[in-house]
């Protein structure tokens, strides 16, 4: 075939899909726009997830934090009325000691009131948004997640008091959960491979979050200035969605809705950017010529999905974050601050293993991952109770294990979802079932805080 001619010049989406197949024997820039739209999503993964881990990596700081300084301040009321009332009794040379008779290392308040305000404002946001945030173009949806992410990091850095500190908790909850819900719905205008570059890239929030709020406390760094550190990640979430991504011309990004019969006569010219190896001819992409019965219709098929991946979230994150605190071994050279700090990097890094897996190991049964995790939980439940394990490394590598199936869970639940679903209810269906591990993980911690109040209170 003769090929001197043909010219590689940078062409519109529209033109690329006006030309007929056979002109294109190599595909060169449609196997470039492949990977780069892969990456993108990858990074979009990373950078919205970011947020969400890191709060929950410094869940344990921001508690004993705030509470160091109530009882700094409590101290001082102390001292001054003793010196008014008694000053012939000798004066206090340290703050009264927390006074807690409890056979584990506690925090007043669990470590799951931190993921219950990182996760409920992202359960309302998914049990609402699909209905309507189809007539939110994304762009706008982007420069909110890229606010409130931004906004979580400075409120939490600046924070005095608990109080505020969950306020910035609750704003990294909107960025994430309208980030997870814009972004999966944004996959089905594209070729499915970001499917799982955007789980990757979400896998790789959890490792990077974690391994970097780790690092940096370790190395020196308070929380606080950790946090204000991280204050990049907001702009390359913009950087990769506004400059690495190719937008097809069918996604909205400026426009607001239109009208459906003002949308219907451009139905046909506006098509989402798929390979020519796709083979299907698609009539339209989208929910937003979806109506509400249509969307209510569709919701019963994507429960044989959620229910296995709630469950899977609800367990691990009970683990998380009613457990982790209490898993602590005294005879080690790390501090409970930081064991917690290990535990939530490991873990993360099971996420990010299994998350970037999808290509290598495909699982169709999710309900069997619902089932060793469950075992999981409830093995490392007894482990608290009676204290058996005798070694902080078992439990570091039990935790591996938790999160390589939480990261199957995720990855093959919406591989699934995107192989299976047709094309027209693609985009809401992703949108739709990334509301169970919210509705899992909002059960855990709703239970972990009576449970950790529970051993606590045991002497």
Known sequence: MERRNMNWKQQSDSEWEDEEVGSFPLVPPLQASRWRNTAGFWLLGLCNNFAYVVMLSAAHDILRGQEAQNRTAEFEVFTTSISYNASSLPPLSSPPPNSNSSRYDCNAISTAAILLADILPTLVIKFTAPFFLHLVPYNYRVLLCFLTAAGSFLIVS????????????????????????????????????????????????????????????????????TLLV??????????????????????????????????????????????????????????????????????????????????????????????????????????????????????????????????????KKIWMLALLQCVNMFFLLFAVYYLFIPSMYIIMTLIVYEGLLGGAAYVNTFNNISQESKEEHREFAMSAACVADTLGISLSGAVAIPVHNYFCNLS
């Open 230 to 363: 991280m204050l990049v990640i907001p702009v390359v979430m913009l950087c990769s969605y506004f400059l690495l991504l190719i937008h097809p011309p069918s996604v909205p990004r400026w426009k607001w809705h239109t009208p459906a019969w003002r949308s219907l006569e451009a139905t046909s010219d506006r098509q989402p950017l798929m390979d020519h190896d796709s083979c299907a001819q698609h009539t339209g992409v989208g929910s937003r010529n979806l109506t509400f019965s249509e969307k209510a219709c569709i919701i019963p098929g994507l429960l044989k999905y959620m229910l296995p991946l709630s469950i899977v979230y609800f367990a691990e994150y009970f683990i998380n974050q009613g457990l982790f605190e209490l898993l602590y071994f005294k005879n080690t050279v790390l501090t409970h601050a930081l064991q917690y700090r290990w535990y939530q990097m490991l873990y993360q890094a099971g996420v990010f293993i299994s998350r970037s897996s999808v290509k290598c190991l495909s699982i």
């Open 158 to 225: 600046y924070s005095t008091t608990i109080t505020v500190s969950l306020l910035g908790v609750v704003f990294a909850s909107i960025s994430s959960g309208l980030g997870e819900i814009s972004f999966l719905g944004l996959t089905a205008y594209y070729h499915r491979d970001v499917v799982a570059g955007w789980s990757s890239g979400t896998g790789g929030a959890g490792i990077i979050g974690a391994l970097s709020y780790l690092g940096l406390t370790w190395a020196g760094f308070s929380p606080q200035c």
